[in-house]
């Protein structure tokens, strides 16, 4: 068995069993894609190009990941976690974007940033629940996270709004409530400045094998607050000024 195989074969059964694994070697970031794949492929998770991801980096400099994400963990606000499996219960607010059109390869390919903006029709909040199927969780090597979908769980949704590609990012107010915790505020903190920086290296990552990224395709931009923690019983809602808010209850 590959390395690839034994990384597959731990994450599927740690999926089925919700119990976690220790993390898994995983050699390079293609090889990180390619066991998303194959355990997205296992589960049924895809009926064709994922129509909902996950995007973001730490800094320009870092360099993008990029995570596709199964339907059944995407909730519209406000939404109940109920029996979804949690362990770490970490929350990152986020703003989501929408696609106008269709995107293939050979548009992806030509795109900047401008160009990029121009292919979104819509934007909402969105909280990411953060999990993980690794014991190490947030602390195992990055490309078993990368594996392990980015250390996805599940996707809340606010009301979508009509995007503004010249949104000032910088002056961007949020804040985050969470049940005894005190309220967290934050301006202009997204990683890259501008949510929509991830859209042209996405767009070439989800497009690298030919498809066609359909008209109505997700993608949730990064955290502006860093991973915050809540706890079973907690009501968390996040609202960024001028564009909406989103909840869900743990």
């Known amino acids: ?21 220790p993390a898994p070697p995983v050699a390079t970031e293609e090889d990180a894609y390619a066991i998303q794949e194959a355990v997205g492929r296992a589960l049924g998770w895809f009926d064709g190009v994922p129509v909902h991801w ?68 819509a934007m909402c909040v969105s909280i990411e629940i953060v999990e993980s199927r690794l014991q190490e969780g947030l602390e195992a090597p990055p490309l ?39 309220v967290a505020r934050f301006t202009g903190t997204h990683a890259l400045a501008d949510p929509a920086y991830v859209l042209p290296g996405w767009l070439r990552h989800a497009t690298r094998d030919g498809a066609t990224v359909p008209a109505g395709t997700v993608v949730t931009t990064g955290s502006w607050c ?9 009501r968390v809602v996040a609202a960024f000024d001028g564009i909406g808010r989103a909840e869900v209850r743990f």
Not at 2 to 20: D, M, V, Y
Not at 85 to 98: D, F, S, Y
């Open 144 to 182: 078993s996270r990368l594996a392990d979908l980015g250390s996805h769980g599940a996707l809340v949704l606010g009301a979508w709004v009509a995007w503004e590609p010249q949104r000032d990012w910088g002056a961007q107010r949020l804040q985050v409530e969470i049940d005894g915790q005190p």
């Open 1 to 21: 068995m590959t390395t690839n195989e034994q990384a597959i074969t731990a994450l599927l059964g740690a999926r089925r069993t919700n119990r976690p694994v």
């Open 54 to 121: 996950k995007s973001g980096g730490a800094s320009r400099d870092a360099g993008l990941a990029h995570a596709p994400l199964p339907a059944a963990g995407v909730w519209t606000s406000p939404a109940d976690v109920g029996g979804w499996p949690v362990r770490l219960r970490g929350i990152e607010a986020e703003v989501a974007l929408r696609l106008r059109a269709g995107v293939d390869a050979e548009r992806a390919a030509t795109l900047d940033l401008d160009g990029a903006r121009r292919c979104v029709d």
């Open 226 to 234: 860093g991973v915050l923690v809540a706890q079973a019983g907690n």
